[in-house]
Each structure stands twice: as structure tokens, then as C-alpha cells.
């Protein structure tokens, strides 16, 4: 029995391999489901973020390990039509067992992002177990496996200072504006998909930005609140993004389009104005077309170039990371434990009837010094100095 993971990720994967596999929540649902179709495949989770899809699976067969592997993979690439891909294998990351384990738990607490330590993931993680809980491709392993590394993620956040400076790529994004611009104050600034969970997170930085000028497109008269009743910013239609373009200094875009939001040549049209503009792309696939940046006095940042502006404030993080890691490897050592016991559950019921049997028959000295006889008798020398250690406590 293992826990086995799929991962393309910013680690090994640039945007242009990711954005592949960006899928929609019904893709994510039919996946998982496709998954646990197979009979190697015990049970099935998708986790997909701007930076990383990974493959979750439960393989209680240990002789299926790679028949699973292998399932995971084909699926993957089909779902994302990479199949043909050219060197597709270099960008993907496979992890088993102990090391699948510890993924997951430096996963939920922000140790394998890209901004270390960054507070949204683990919403994230915890949104993909249930999409799949509701889907029914999880199970007694996975639902444990995944309870567990948020309870130890929580327990990271209150007792490490890894994320208490609130850093992630939407407050990255806005670094690189005020950086290119000098400053934010009396800019206008026009957010694309804040009613998205980034792009809400980067609206709700953009209103502590003292004299910003904040602009948000919605589709439909759809109500945008932010906590506490905030609205100090202007809607705007969608289909009339492009007529305020000029007037914009900022253009930051976050939607969940599975196409170009902005495009070069509709842009380009656009501008009337001659001034330095920034705009941001957060999105998995990109929303902005990325020869934009050809345009004159444009400032031009997507996902991946927040990988090198974030290594400062990884490095600062360092300690602290640390700290987590050994906060992290007792609740590891734990959910380790409790899968080898629930996999035993049958054998100690068994045995234990076996045992009251014998008591009931010829008593308790007798039965314990028969279980000691078939301890000694059946583990090696080495297993019975670690078992006779244990029990001295």
C-alpha cells in the first residue's frame, strides 16, 4: 500500500508546459473519476494551482505500483492533449511512498511554493479535498492523508513565523508595479478577474495601497464585496476593457479563461497615451498575450518571473522553514503509523480472537508466553531488540 503522486510544478515545469495542464473543475472531476475506473487505482485526487497540477492516488497493492504510475501519467497527458508532447517526461515529477508523504505536508504549508510560506495554498489543498470528496474518488487513506497535512499546516502557521508576513504572488504583483512606477499613488489601476480567488486576494492588497485609483471588470452587474463591506473601487463592464486601457497605468489579470483576455494587436489599437504601463499576468493559462512586452514603455511580468523577484524573500524565510520541517516530520511520522495500523486492522482483529481463545482455554500466562514464542520465532534479531525497546515503555 502507497500513496503515489504525479506533479508538474514550477519546480521542474516552465509556464508554457503548465499552462497544459490548467484544467477546468469539470476536467478535474471527470479525471479522477477516469482514474479510479482503473482497478490499480484505489483512489483519486486532483490538486491545481497557478503553479502546480499534481495526481494523487492510493495504491493498496504494492505489486500495482507501476501499472499506477503509469495509469496516472497516460491519463494526465490525455486530459491535457501533451501526449506528443516532445520531452514531456522531463517536466514531470513522480513521488512514492514516505517521499509522496512529506510532498503533500511541505505542499499545504507553502514549503514548496514558489513565495515560501504563502498563506493561499493551503486553501487550496483543502478545496481539492473536497472537490474529490464530493466527486467520490477519495477514501478512508486519502481523506486521512490530506486532513492530516492541513492540521499540521495549521500548526506550522501558529507556531512558526513562516506566514505571518503576508507574501504571495498577488502582493509580488504589486511590488512590481510600485517598482516600475515609483509608486502606486494616484495611479489607476485596473484589476481582470477579481471575483477570482487570486485576483481577489491581489484586490483585497490593491485597497491598503494608500492613493491607488482601483478599477475592477465584471461580467453581468456581478456584486464584488470585499470583507467588511469594502468597496473603495470602480466597476467596469468587461466587453469594454480595451476603452479604458489608455487611461490605465496598471493592468493586472487573473481570470480562469482558457483564452487571451488581452491581446497584443487589441491593445496595441488601444493606446493612445504615451506613459510607462505595467501589466500583470497571474493566470495559468496566460490571460495576457505575452508580445506585449514588445510595446513601447511597457513594464511586462507573468507567473514565472515572481520566481525570481520571491527569492529574496525566501532566503529572509529560511529559519523559519526549518523550524517547519521538524514540526512537519512528527505529523509525518504519525499519519505513517496510522496507515501501517490501519492496513493491520484485519490480522490484529483476527489475532486478538485468537488470543481470547486462548485465555478462555488455558488461561492468560499460557497465551502470552505462546505470543512471545511466535515473536521470537518469527522476526529477526534485529526486529526483536526495536520490539523488546518498545515495550520496556
Known amino acids: 500500500m502507497a500513496i503515489q503522486i504525479i506533479s508538474i510544478s514550477h519546480k521542474a515545469a516552465p509556464l508554457?508546459?503548465?499552462?497544459?495542464?490548467?484544467?477546468?473543475?469539470?476536467?478535474?472531476?471527470?479525471?479522477?473519476?477516469?482514474?479510479?475506473e482503473h482497478p490499480e487505482v484505489d483512489e483519486a485526487l486532483i490538486l491545481s494551482t497557478c503553479n502546480r497540477t499534481e495526481l494523487y492516488a492510493y495504491v493498496d497493492d504494492p505489486d500495482n505500483r507501476r501499472e499506477a504510475f503509469r495509469t496516472m501519467e497516460k491519463e494526465l497527458l490525455t486530459m491535457a492533449g501533451a501526449r506528443d508532447e516532445e520531452d514531456i517526461s522531463d517536466y514531470i515529477l513522480?513521488?512514492?511512498?514516505d517521499k509522496a508523504i512529506h510532498h503533500l505536508f511541505r505542499v499545504a504549508t507553502g514549503?514548496?511554493?514558489?513565495?515560501?510560506?504563502?498563506?493561499?495554498?493551503?486553501?487550496?489543498?483543502?478545496?481539492?479535498?473536497?472537490?474529490?470528496?464530493?466527486?467520490?474518488?477519495?477514501g478512508v487513506y486519502l481523506n486521512t492523508f490530506f486532513r492530516d497535512a492541513v492540521t499540521g499546516a495549521k500548526k506550522v502557521k501558529t507556531a512558526t513565523d513562516l506566514s505571518k508576513t503576508?507574501?504571495?504572488?498577488?502582493?509580488?504583483?504589486?511590488?512590481?508595479?510600485?517598482?516600475a512606477l515609483g509608486t502606486l499613488k494616484g495611479k489607476k489601476v485596473m484589476v481582470i478577474g477579481a471575483t477570482g480567488k487570486i485576483g481577489g486576494v491581489v484586490l483585497m492588497n490593491l485597497v491598503r495601497v494608500s492613493g491607488a485609483e482601483i478599477y475592477v471588470t465584471t461580467r453581468g452587474n456581478k456584486v464584488?464585496?470585499?470583507?467588511?463591506?469594502?468597496?473603495?473601487?470602480?466597476?467596469?463592464?468587461?466587453?469594454?476593457?480595451?476603452?479604458h486601457i489608455d487611461e490605465m497605468d496598471v493592468i493586472i489579470s487573473a481570470t480562469s479563461s482558457p483564452h487571451y483576455v488581452l491581446t497584443c494587436?487589441?491593445?496595441?489599437?488601444?493606446?493612445?497615451?504615451d506613459k510607462p504601463r505595467v501589466f500583470v499576468d497571474l493566470a495559468v493559462p496566460m490571460d495576457i498575450e505575452k508580445s506585449i512586452a514588445d510595446l513601447d514603455q511597457i513594464h511586462y511580468y507573468n507567473i514565472d518571473d515572481f520566481e525570481r523577484i520571491a527569492e529574496k524573500n525566501n532566503r529572509k524565510k529560511q529559519k523559519e522553514a526549518e523550524l517547519a520541517e521538524g514540526i512537519l516530520g512528527d505529523y509525518e511520522l504519525q499519519f505513517r503509523k496510522w496507515m501501517i495500523f490501519q492496513k493491520a486492522l484485519p490480522v490484529m482483529r483476527e489475532e486478538k480472537q485468537n488470543f481470547r481463545k486462548m485465555?478462555?482455554?488455558?488461561?492468560?500466562?499460557?497465551?502470552?508466553?505462546?505470543?512471545?514464542?511466535?515473536?521470537?520465532?518469527?522476526?529477526?534479531p534485529e526486529d526483536l531488540e526495536i520490539f523488546f525497546r518498545c515495550i520496556e515503555h
Open 359 to 380: 485465555v478462555e482455554f488455558k488461561g492468560l500466562d499460557y497465551a502470552l508466553n505462546q505470543f512471545y514464542i511466535w515473536v521470537r520465532e518469527n522476526n529477526s
Open 16 to 36: 508554457r508546459i503548465r499552462e497544459k495542464f490548467a484544467f477546468t473543475k469539470e476536467q478535474q472531476i471527470e479525471l479522477m473519476k477516469r482514474l479510479v
Open 166 to 179: 503576508s507574501v504571495s504572488t498577488a502582493t509580488l504583483a504589486i511590488k512590481a508595479a510600485e517598482d
Open 265 to 273: 494587436n487589441k491593445v496595441k489599437y488601444s493606446i493612445k497615451t
Open 224 to 243: 464584488i464585496t470585499l470583507k467588511h463591506g469594502e468597496k473603495n473601487f470602480t466597476i467596469l463592464e468587461y466587453e469594454e476593457r480595451y476603452d
Open 94 to 97: 513522480f513521488f512514492h511512498g
Open 111 to 138: 514549503l514548496d511554493s514558489m513565495v515560501v510560506g504563502e498563506d493561499q495554498i493551503l486553501g487550496q489543498v483543502k478545496t481539492a479535498h473536497s472537490m474529490a470528496i464530493g466527486a467520490g474518488t477519495t
